[in-house]
């Protein structure tokens, strides 16, 4: 019989109501709870969007389309999910806990995010692994697939979609955006940037672009400075140079959340509006069979399998 084998798949959680708000942004503050205002900030971002976030329904989707697909895929291993969040319930740290109750062994992990940063990604591995030594669970985690071939297709066809939306394609400008995070990653050589330029440039290999850049967006408010120019300022600039025309491409994301659907369908839209430029964000993947191909695929190198 097939050896089951934990897949633990890792995201970054939303609170379940907005009355968990304030516990959410507590645990993103690594225990700082956030003043009044920035709660009532957040509370209206969320209030904005219609409520709550819909990225808990998104990445349970997202795992079982992936374990069903690794099932699929494999005749060795059976593999069993188990969704773990960084910052919302379920925590990363239960989910490798109930797979030691089930009396799994071996285990694999992902995280919904493509890219590396020791920030980011090797954070929730981090989280992981020092589960899995506390419960003797062997686990292997997948750092990266930001160039993984169906996860560029998956793009490039949003991209193109997005084009049909433009009379004219030599005149749009494409930003391939990410979550910004605090500019000292890069002395610390992380690879988040170059990674980013990376997905980018397989995308505009493909479709032959030329006027295209990578982006930062979603920063937050804290003392230190993060990478940039945020989109905001950046789409300012972009109109003061003669751009008219814009796409942008969450690179860095992969569902339908808050800093897409406020940050760049609110936010992006208004300066858009206020600059007079035409401008369309690309779908996110969600499900898309490409992506949770990308995932599948990524699992199963990580097992040399
Ligand atoms: O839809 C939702 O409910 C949740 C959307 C959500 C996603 C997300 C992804 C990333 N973040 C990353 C880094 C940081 C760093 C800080 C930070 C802060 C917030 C806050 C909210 C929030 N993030 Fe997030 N992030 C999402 C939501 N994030 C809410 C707090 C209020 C605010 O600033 O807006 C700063 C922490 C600090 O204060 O020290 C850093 C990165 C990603 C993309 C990779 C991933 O998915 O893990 C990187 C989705």
Not at 97 to 116: C, F
Not at 138 to 163: C, D, G, K, M
Request: charged letters at 25%; hydrophobic letters at 40%; one cysteine or more.
């Amino acid at each position: 019989s097939k050896q089951t084998i934990g897949l633990l798949v890792m995201a970054y959680g939303t609170p379940p109501s907005l009355d968990d708000v304030e516990a959410y942004y507590t645990h993103i503050r690594r225990g700082r709870p956030p003043s009044p205002e920035q709660l009532q900030d957040l509370l209206d971002r969320y209030n904005a969007i219609g409520g709550i976030s819909p990225l808990k329904v998104i990445t349970r989707g997202q795992v079982e389309h992936l374990e069903a697909k690794l099932n699929e895929t494999s005749e060795e291993y059976e593999f069993k999910a188990y969704m773990g969040m960084r910052h919302a319930p379920p925590f990363i740290e239960t989910a490798v806990e109930e797979m030691a109750k089930d009396g799994i062994k071996k285990a694999v992990s992902i995280v919904l995010a493509p890219h590396y940063s020791v920030m980011s990604v090797g954070g929730y591995n981090k989280t992981a692994s020092e589960a899995a030594q506390k419960h003797s669970v062997e686990l292997t985690s997948v750092n990266q697939y930001h160039l993984e071939p169906t996860y560029i297709q998956a793009l490039v066809e949003r991209v193109e979609e997005a084009f049909q939306s433009f009379d004219d394609r030599q005149a749009v400008k494409v930003v391939f955006t990410a979550h910004s995070l605090p500019e000292k990653i890069v002395e610390m050589n992380d690879p988040y940037v170059d990674q980013l330029r990376e997905t980018a440039e397989a995308i505009a290999e493909q479709l032959q672009l030329e006027n295209w850049e990578t982006g930062w967006q979603s920063a937050a408010q804290t003392n230190v400075p993060w990478l940039g120019p945020d989109i905001l300022d950046r789409m300012r600039e972009l109109k003061e140079a003669g751009t008219d025309n814009l796409i942008i491409c969450a690179t860095g994301f992969v569902s339908d959340h808050l800093e897409i659907l406020y940050d760049l369908d609110i936010e992006c839209k208004q300066v858009a509006e206020e600059l007079n430029m035409q401008f369309v964000r690309t779908k996110s993947l969600n499900t898309d069979p490409l992506y949770i191909e990308a995932l599948a695929q990524a699992v199963l190198k990580q097992l040399n399998i």
